[in-house]
């Protein structure tokens, strides 16, 4: 059975600083990890996906990066923002069913 | 284009009672999700569908819940005799398909509903 853990559950910074977060996996045998982020009582917002056959992926501030072969991905957030404050899911999928863990909660202070 | 959307956003029920969420996903997205997320946790997977077909249910907790997308569009997540333990956000996302290029899998959420048994 496929299980998530993100580490660490909670994380605050100031305003500028450049962060990681991460993922851990316990099954290799994936099709893509996706990056999300959520907003209190909101949906689900996709951030970044990384196919298994890559290595990283990056839109603006945000660089995703997969290491299959060790259980690993790292989110990395350059210059953070108070708007980057929600939480950051990743969610690992095998073909349809997706496994997510239980999210970082990101809180930048100006 | 419009986004993923559910109605209803809310439902309040009784336990025993019998409720109907509803799915719309981005036209022309084959593959469909449902998931459920209690407080302070990820989303658990529940059932996805390619097309009309369920592909895999396997997170169906148990026969009280059964989904169905007749059309292979529009879903709905039906919920038998209600318990308290049901209450949760239930999500639904979609995607282009399943397999081909890296975007056409990739997952797009609806605002969810949240769902309260009294």
């Known amino acids: 059975k496929q299980e998530v853990t993100q580490i660490p559950a909670a994380l605050s910074v100031p305003e500028g600083e450049n962060l990681v977060l991460n993922c851990s996996f316990t099954d290799s045998a994936i099709y893509n990890l996706q990056w999300f982020r959520q907003d209190p009582g909101k949906g689900l917002t996709s951030l970044l996906l990384i196919q298994s056959s890559q290595r990283e992926q990056t839109s603006g501030r945000l660089n995703a990066s997969l290491d299959k072969s060790s259980g690993r991905s790292t989110l990395y957030i350059a210059a953070s923002q108070p708007g980057d404050s929600a939480t950051y899911l990743c969610?690992?999928?095998?073909?349809?069913?997706?496994?997510f863990g239980d999210g970082t909660t990101l809180t930048v202070k100006p | 284009g419009a986004g993923v959307s559910q109605t209803p956003s809310n439902k309040v029920t009784e336990k025993g009672k019998y409720v109907e969420l509803r799915c719309d996903p981005i036209s022309g997205h084959t593959a469909l999700y449902w998931y459920r997320q209690s407080l302070g946790q990820g989303p658990e997977f529940l059932i996805y569908f390619q097309g009309t077909g369920a592909a895999d249910d396997s997170g169906l907790p148990n026969d009280r819940f059964f989904a169905v997308r007749p059309e292979g569009s529009v879903s709905t997540l039906k919920i038998q005799r209600t318990e308290r333990g049901d209450s949760a956000v239930y999500l639904c996302a979609s995607s282009l398909s399943l397999g081909g290029p890296s975007s056409y899998n990739e997952q797009f959420f609806g605002p969810g509903t949240r769902l309260t048994v009294l």
């Open positions: 969610a690992v999928a095998h073909a349809g069913k997706s496994t």
